[in-house]
């Protein structure tokens, strides 16, 4: 090893290759529609903020190291090079400095190309080091056994994988505690996932073999060897960008593809000059694998000893990731990140530890390689026999479910488990083409900026017609992620919202039990709210406000009206100079529903008698968003106890009933509550664990999708009819208000909403629909709920898969098996719908 280099320039070159990816991925966020509207503008997460606010300062440390990991090989050849890095990054440093980049960012295509210029200082620092260490180096035929070596390494490092994480499982879940529906692990599962892990890893050999196979024909192998090393990489790099990254953030299409081969081609080539750079010039190359993973790899004189303790601290810190990162992620995005960097860990520091042995190319290599084909043949004829595995507990009629489930508990299996699993083809004929289908679903989701949307003039009714009777004060509370069943007039066990199930209870309040939002996440969902329909996918149509009819219906009614206006608000609101703001000056990720309620009242009680305007509220808090528990940590307070519950959750739904009630109480004393509509609903719901699933991201599973509605009308709207057993949707909520102040000619038409309260039953009748058509927010997920609410079809085209539950038992529902029918009507009625949403709002073509 060279002097002067190894751990430490390991360090310094990490922290500069990992600030200019920041940067540009920080580029790339800003280029997207939904992340820049909710992670930038929104400040969902505050890393975004904090970065773009250090960024200038941060280069000179990042910059710093890097021109330090040069500094020792500025010799002749690579002076001149090294000289023009350098003073290049002064003069970026100094123009950072006046004029910082991120701080000014915005969503337009501009950022994209921002996002490819800051992979270009990784591309110098990397032409330094192959065109200095690298030309330097010698390279020649491997003298020993690398095949075998290549061999055992694919062999340990897949039983050393899927027994880490079974272990994990069975730490978190399988003991005794571990949680409502969790159990220890089914020996059938656990031989599922040695076999999936083994394959994968022997595949891996496999691959590294055939290279090595061409290489050997070549005059100078190991370089041969080193080159295909780093192009292989690179595909593989490249599919997992596109697959795990780019596709959680739906970047998709041409851009995803350039951008994921950018950042795989940038990648491999930071390694690859490390790698030269870390090699001790003295010794000749004799294997491009050796020289490839070197960067990773320990020390080549690292005793065995430390090289084992190292491997078990690493084992540790696997547990520690898989804890750490299963609440606060991204639909499986940073667990699956961090399962794939303990694979390359695992694999490089095994790979390091066992020996070479036999010559380079002996008789047994063939059998080495046909030995996976053998066992992957083995595998796929276990896979679909009937009955296998079921002395082990996992017999073919609960097989798929039982892997599913372990699925969401186990991230490493899941990687695999995913790109195996074999859909069975519905029975019956007519099976939609799904490719096709998936294809539309992304072109007509996350609608890039740079497609300009005529937002329409939206009614609801033909025109506001003055009030012609009193008019209530209207109350909305919309708690960000708020579930059912952690609601008293929803379960019966929930014992610590008292104040919410007096409302319930109330004279005038109806609880409607089988609600659901028509999108996933606050992204969409919120404006769906105030527009009565559903929306474009695209974050957001400027001018937003032409379509927002529940804003309509306030101002010309002549409402004094007190709004939290949040980043989704702010976006969807036309200008509005009477409205008064509520948490003004406050970040919406730190909106509290105590404080905006208690400003709120304070603004009521400071009303003279002579202001006689009814009041209309909205505020929409964020005390139990999962990116708000996660920053606040998962304490709960001494002396609680949630039992059968998720403790950091429902320990702030205590708070937040607590808040409700007293602002209720309050209304009471100022006489205001009889002659108010008071809302409590929430905008989505949230995964709190049900099959290892956290947070909402742009998924669509039951538990998302249903939400709490209960509605408390004045004294004189009392005798109006109201079904509280039939569907509800989120998009009802300003039907029925439009409907409840005297505007009775509301929309009829299936991506609006429809008015929950009428005079008689026959009216709701002839608003009666078949399906709904919910979707995703942030991604191409779309799915269709019918039977009243008790079947749910999803169409997922990140994962390209599609899911059928029945909704009649429990909050998540229950997973059953998909039919043609199911899938054919599903699909058949989203694309209706895509296409009745482009007609109302004017979309232009999408390609």
């Given at each position: 090893m060279k002097t002067g280099h190894g751990v430490g320039f390991v360090a310094l070159r990490l922290i500069f290759t990992a600030f200019c990816l920041l940067t540009s991925f920080y580029c790339l966020l800003a280029y997207l529609p939904f992340t820049y509207q909710q992670m930038i503008e929104g400040k969902v997460v505050a890393w975004p903020g904090v970065f773009a606010q250090l960024h200038p300062w941060l280069f000179w440390i990042s910059f710093a190291c890097g021109a330090w990991t040069l500094a020792r090989d500025c010799r002749p050849g690579t002076r001149g090079r090294v000289a023009g890095f350098v003073a290049s990054g002064v003069i970026a440093g100094i123009v950072l400095m006046c004029a910082p980049l991120l701080a000014g960012i915005r969503n337009e295509f501009r950022s994209l190309l921002w996002a490819a210029v800051w992979l270009v200082p990784l591309w110098w620092i990397a032409a330094i080091d192959l065109a200095g260490p690298g030309r330097r180096l010698t390279w020649r035929a491997a003298d020993d056994g690398e095949d075998a070596r290549l061999f055992w390494t694919s062999l340990l490092c897949g039983l050393a994988v899927a027994l880490t994480y079974a272990g994990i499982y069975q730490i978190r879940f399988g003991a005794p505690g571990g949680g409502p529906g969790h159990q220890s692990l089914v020996p059938g599962v656990l031989a599922w996932s040695v076999m999936l892990h083994v394959l994968a890893f022997l595949a891996l050999f496999v691959g590294l073999a055939l290279i090595r196979g061409i290489a050997c024909v070549c005059a100078r192998p190991s370089l041969v060897e080193f080159?295909?090393?780093?192009?292989?990489?690179?595909?593989?790099?490249?599919?997992?960008?596109?697959?795990?990254?780019?596709?959680?953030?739906?970047?998709?299409?041409?851009?995803?593809?350039?951008?994921?081969?950018?950042?795989?081609?940038?990648?491999?080539?930071?390694?690859?000059?490390?790698?030269?750079s870390l090699w001790d010039e003295r010794e000749p190359v004799t294997s491009g694998v050796e020289l490839a993973v070197r960067p990773l790899n320990l020390p080549p004189r690292t005793p065995r000893v430390v090289r084992i303790a190292l491997l078990a601290v690493w084992v540790v810190l696997a547990y520690v990731l898989a804890t750490s990162t299963a609440v606060m992620d991204w639909n499986y995005l940073i667990q699956t990140l961090a399962v794939l960097a303990v694979w390359l860990i695992d694999f490089v520091w095994i790979y390091g530890a066992v020996p070479r042995r036999g010559s380079p190319r002996t008789a047994g290599t063939p059998m080495l390689v046909m030995l996976p084909a053998v066992l992957l043949v083995g595998f796929r004829l276990l896979a679909v026999t009937p009955g296998s595995l079921t002395s082990l507990g996992v017999g073919p009629e609960n097989r798929t479910a039982r892997f599913d489930r372990y699925a969401g508990y186990d991230v490493s299996f899941r990687v695999l488990h995913n790109l195996v699993r074999a859909e069975p083809a519905p029975a019956g004929g007519g099976r939609v083409?799904?490719?096709?289908?998936?294809?539309?679903?992304?072109?007509?989701?996350?609608?890039?900026?740079t497609v300009t949307i005529a937002v329409p003039d939206l009614n609801i009714v033909p025109q506001i017609m003055p009030a012609t009777a009193r008019k209530p004060h209207i109350f909305i509370v919309v708690i960000d992620s708020l579930r059912q069943d952690y609601l008293s007039p929803y379960n019966p066990a929930?014992?610590?919202?008292?104040?919410?199930?007096?409302?319930?209870?109330?004279?005038?309040?109806?609880?409607?039990?089988?609600?659901?939002?028509?999108?996933?996440?606050?992204?969409?969902?919120?404006?769906?709210?105030?527009?009565?329909?559903?929306?474009?996918?695209?974050?957001?149509?400027?001018?937003?406000?032409?379509?927002?009819?529940?804003?309509?219906?306030?101002r010309a009614l002549g409402y004094q009206a007190h709004v939290s206006v949040d980043t989704a608000l702010l976006a969807v609101l036309a200008p509005w100079p009477e409205l008064v703001e509520l948490d003004k000056g406050i970040a919406t990720r730190n909106y509290d529903l105590r404080r905006s309620l208690e400003e709120l009242e304070g603004r009521l009680?400071?009303?003279?008698?002579s202001d006689t305007a009814p009041v209309f509220a909205y505020t929409q808090p964020q005390n139990i968003h999962v990116s708000v528990i996660s920053h606040e940590g998962n304490a709960v307070q001494a002396g609680e106890s949630y039992p059968g519950f998720y403790p950091p959750y429902a320990s702030r739904v205590r708070r937040i009933d607590a808040a409700f009630g007293r602002f209720l109480d309050a209304l009471r004393e100022l006489g205001l509550y009889d002659d108010s509509i008071v809302i409590l609903m929430s905008d989505h719901g949230d995964s709190l664990g049900e099959d290892g699933r956290f947070g909402h991201a742009y998924t669509i599973y039951p538990e998302i999708l249903r939400i709490p509605i209960v509605v408390h009308l004045p004294t004189w709207l009392?005798?109006?009819?109201?079904?509280?057993?039939?569907?509800?949707?989120?998009?009802?909520?300003?039907?029925?208000?439009?409907?409840?102040?005297?505007?009775?000619?509301?929309?009829?038409?299936?991506?609006?909403?429809?008015?929950?309260?009428?005079?008689?039953?026959?009216?709701?009748?002839?608003?009666?629909?078949?399906?709904?058509?919910?979707?995703?927010?942030?991604?191409?997920?779309?799915?269709?709920?019918?039977?009243?609410?008790?079947?749910?079809?999803?169409?997922?085209?990140?994962?390209?898969?599609?899911?059928?539950?029945?909704?009649?038992?429990?909050?998540?529902?229950?997973?059953?098996?998909?039919?043609?029918?199911?899938?054919?009507?599903?699909?058949?009625?989203i694309r209706e719908t895509i296409e009745q949403v482009a007609k109302l709002y004017r979309v232009p073509s999408v390609r």
């Open positions: 080159i295909l090393v780093g192009l292989a990489g690179a595909g593989l790099l490249l599919a997992a960008i596109r697959t795990v990254i780019f596709s959680a953030v739906s970047l998709m299409g041409t851009p995803g593809l350039v951008m994921a081969a950018a950042y795989a081609a940038t990648l491999v080539a930071v390694a690859a000059g490390a790698s030269v083409e799904m490719g096709e289908f998936y294809a539309l679903l992304q072109r007509h989701t996350n609608i890039p900026r929930v014992t610590f919202t008292p104040a919410i199930g007096q409302f319930a209870r109330g004279s005038g309040t109806t609880v409607f039990r089988n609600a659901f939002t028509r999108y996933g996440a606050t992204g969409l969902s919120e404006p769906a709210i105030w527009t009565g329909s559903m929306v474009p996918h695209q974050q957001y149509p400027s001018p937003f406000g032409q379509a927002n009819t529940l804003q309509k219906l306030v009680r400071a009303r003279p008698p009392r005798g109006l009819s109201a079904d509280p057993d039939a569907v509800a949707m989120s998009t009802d909520i300003t039907p029925s208000l439009y409907y409840l102040l005297g505007q009775r000619q509301t929309m009829n038409d299936p991506l609006f909403g429809r008015p929950l309260f009428t005079e008689r039953p026959d009216e709701r009748r002839a608003y009666a629909r078949a399906d709904f058509v919910v979707a995703s927010s942030y991604g191409p997920v779309y799915g269709v709920l019918s039977e009243d609410g008790t079947s749910l079809y999803i169409a997922d085209a990140t994962s390209y898969r599609d899911y059928s539950y029945d909704l009649t038992t429990g909050t998540a529902g229950r997973a059953r098996p998909m039919t043609a029918a199911v899938r054919n009507d599903g699909t058949r009625r």
